[in-house]
Structures are given as C-alpha cells and as structure tokens.
C-alpha cells in the first residue's frame, strides 16, 4: 500500500473517530448556505435534498422558500447558478442532484444485464447493507449516516463492489469496515457486528462482510456511511427504494 493510500485511509478513520456533536453558545440570527447549481439539477431536488423531506408537498414548501430567497419569479435555474438555501448549514454534495429516473445518479458502477435481449439499467450503485428499520437519519443529532436496527445474528452486506481498506476497531464505533469503492466512493459498516473480512480483500456487492452480534439484547443496530472524496452524504440518496419510499 503507497504512502498516499495509506494517508487517504487514515484519515479517513479519523473523520470516523474524531467526530463529536457540537453545541453552540448563542443561537444563529441568520442560518443559511448556497448551491451551485450543476447540470440536469432542478429546484425539487435542491429541496429535498437540503431540507431532507420525503412529502411531495413539504418539498414544494422548500422550493418556495430557495425562489424567494433568491427573487426567482418561477423554476427555471441554470447551471453555474448561485443560490442561496435559507435555513440550513448543510453543505453541497460533490454529486448533481438529478433525479432518480436519470441514470447519472448512479454515479459508478451501472450495470446492463441482458435478458432476452432486454437491456435493464441499475437504478442505484448501493444496496441496503442489511434489513433493518432506521432509527437515526442523516444528519439527526450530528449523525454523518443512517443507523438501522436490527436483528442479532442477521448477515451484513457489502453495499456494491469494492476493496476493504480497514478491518478493525475505532474509538467512536468500535468494530468498523471501510470498503472503498470506483470514484473514490467509501461506504462505513459499524457498532453491533462481528467482521468477517480483512484489509485488502475484494468484495463483491452483496457478500457478506459481518454478522450482527447475538446475545441477550432482543435488538441491536449498525451505523452505515456513504463518503464521496471526504464528504459525507445522506445515503438514502444513493440507496434503492423501499416500499415506494426512499429510506423505508
């Protein structure tokens, strides 16, 4: 492993063990951030993805909100666009905020799997590391993934094709997997499992790389992270659908 990777890696880990919540003193008068718009974005997803909602109509309300932020008398935006997004600290993810029927926000890894001579598109890079009902979303209390309870014993996956570049314990989570993935993607499974890989092995989306500790406790939950170039993002934007809804 070159001095460069291995400075990638660790630092990586650091983001992981070093992260704590922090409080401020006095409350913010103004609370805002701005977006670049990129190509193919539209003002629906700029506001879903900012305010993190799922209802249609409490999106439309983010949208309203960035127009008049903005003195937009209607939709349209352009690219290079600067915006300002009232009432959020969130930062610009590095990817465009397309929507899902695009098959750019796949971002890697899209596959053609032919059938009868029927090409099918992958709609997501990720799959779900294990089933499990989320009981922290991104950004709730300072979280930098998404925490899913689950059941003790139940097999944890590796989201999509990739290279573990650290198997071990870190102080914020304890046992921890680090996969890294084409584009500089990484993904993060921890708390609660017992690994069952090693640095440097390859991993194949869907093998398992962990199993959910057993024991006395009826429940138990993992913490998974999605990274792009050291920048955490809100993994329900990459993984698939469930029940028709993003997350569930």
């Keep these: 492993m070159n001095l460069f990777k291995k400075l990638e890696i660790s630092f990586l880990i650091f983001l992981i063990s070093g992260c704590t919540i922090s409080v401020a003193t006095k409350p913010q008068k103004e609370i805002y951030t701005y977006h670049i718009v990129k190509k193919g974005e539209n003002l629906f997803r700029i506001s879903k993805y900012y305010y993190e909602e ?124 680090i996969i890294k993935h084409p584009f500089n993607f990484y993904t993060v499974y921890a708390h609660d499992i017992d690994i069952k890989v090693k640095n440097g092995d390859k991993v194949k989306q869907g093998d398992i790389i962990a ?19 050291n920048t955490y993002i809100n993994p329900l934007e990459y993984l698939p659908l469930k029940n028709g809804k993003t997350g569930y």
């Design 54 to 177: 799922e209802n249609v109509e409490k999106i439309k309300e983010g949208v309203e909100k960035i127009k008049k932020a903005n003195n937009l008398k209607d939709e349209n935006i352009y690219e290079g666009q600067k915006l300002l997004i009232p009432d959020t600290k969130k930062t610009q993810p590095s990817y465009a905020l397309l929507p899902p029927s695009d098959p750019k926000i796949t971002q890697f890894s899209i596959e053609e799997k032919k059938d009868k001579n029927i090409s099918i598109i992958k709609e997501s890079p990720f799959i779900w590391p294990v089933e499990g009902k989320i009981i922290c979303k991104f950004g709730e209390l300072g979280n930098k993934g998404i925490d899913l309870m689950v059941e003790p014993g139940s097999y944890v996956v590796s989201s999509a094709d990739g290279e573990v570049v650290f198997s071990g314990k870190t102080k914020k989570y304890d046992e921890t997997i």
């Design 211 to 229: 199993r959910v500790k057993s024991g006395t406790q009826k429940k138990r939950y993992i913490h998974f992270e999605i990274i792009k170039e």
